[in-house]
């Protein structure tokens, strides 16, 4: 099983002038460690979707994503591992990116939509066709974002909880991470059933689905929305560019301008407004998807 020999997602301390200056104690979980392939998030969100394909003997999984996908990337790696087909469904047009390349390396047979094919995505009947061109697979929603999912993503807090010893820290305050589809975030309301709030950056522009995900899965409560695209999905603009080149030098911290390095400006917005305490203590969630960074400076349709 794809479990044995993951590493167990360190919880280190973020040090930087501007957390120290409001008194915030922040630390990162940083599920970017656990997997060199299936990294981040994505290892939680798949799970689930691995084991019910060995115990149902399906053939392999199917599922989105663009041309840098995370959630593909990951997605093939696991297969390849598990001895599963995969077939990825693609945005755009045919083209050759570093992430489609490995793709086809761990063996992951490719379907290009387009634009306007990829935007049915979320029709009634989408999945018949293709789930009949490949019978005995099972159809995994665009970024995991689904019930199992989200399960599988609600074992974040027991990791956590249990490597709070090693900070000196007895509690903490609340969660702050990335949102793309929601599913992390749904995964540790679920889990902290309204114990600590979590806060979810956008890093897609509001409406565009994360909030209809998560309250269809745990209702409206336990969480909180900031503002964090910069303008959309893969924008970024020279700010954000900035900020994660000065955070990067100044805490050793990898981070990608998709997810994490909004994510993080957001909290230091959140921050330097005063919206924060002296003495709170913070867990930001590192989503990984350090690998589609390769991509940023060659295009933005990530």
């Known amino acids: 099983m794809i479990a044995t020999g993951l590493a167990q997602p360190p919880l280190q301390p973020l040090r930087l002038p501007w957390l ?24 939680f969100k798949l799970r689930p ?14 599922s989105l994503g663009g041309p840098w996908s995370n959630h593909l990337h990951a997605l093939a ?13 693609l945005r755009g047009e045919p083209r ?25 995505r979320h029709q009634p009947g989408f999945w018949a066709p293709w789930l009949a061109r490949y019978p005995g697979m099972l159809a995994v929603p665009e970024g995991g974002a689904c019930e199992p999912g989200m399960q599988g993503c609600s074992q974040l807090l027991s990791l956590t909880e249990a490597r709070l010893a090693e900070l000196g820290w007895e509690g903490f305050d609340a969660w702050w991470l990335a949102a793309g589809t929601g599913t992390t975030l749904a995964g540790l309301v679920h889990a902290e059933r309204g114990r600590r709030p979590v806060h979810g950056a956008l890093a897609v522009r509001s409406g565009q689905g994360a909030e209809r995900n998560v309250e269809a899965l745990v209702g409206q409560f336990g969480y909180h929305w900031h503002e964090a695209s910069r303008g959309g ?23 990608e301008p998709l997810y994490t390095a909004k994510a993080l400006m957001a909290l230091h917005d959140h921050t330097l407004a005063g919206h924060l305490s002296p003495g709170t203590r913070l867990v930001f969630v590192h989503t990984g998807g350090l690998q589609g960074r390769r991509g940023f400076l060659q295009t933005q349709d990530l």
Not at 20 to 43: F, M, Q, T, Y
């Open 233 to 255: 999905f893969g924008k970024a603009d020279a700010a954000l560019l900035a900020f994660m080149q000065a955070t990067e030098a100044q805490s050793g911290l990898p981070l």
């Open 49 to 62: 979707w691995l084991e019910q394909a060995r115990q149902s003997g399906a053939a392999g999984l199917i």
């Open 20 to 43: 120290a200056a409001a008194g915030v104690e922040v630390a990162v979980l940083r599920l970017d460690l656990i997997d060199p392939l299936v990294s981040g998030n994505k290892w």
């Open 77 to 89: 790696a696991a297969g390849a591992r598990e001895g599963l087909h995969t077939v990825g469904l």
């Open 96 to 120: 050759h990116t570093a992430t489609t390349d490995d793709l086809h390396a761990m063996g992951m047979r490719l379907h290009w939509l387009g634009y306007g094919g990829y935007r049915a």
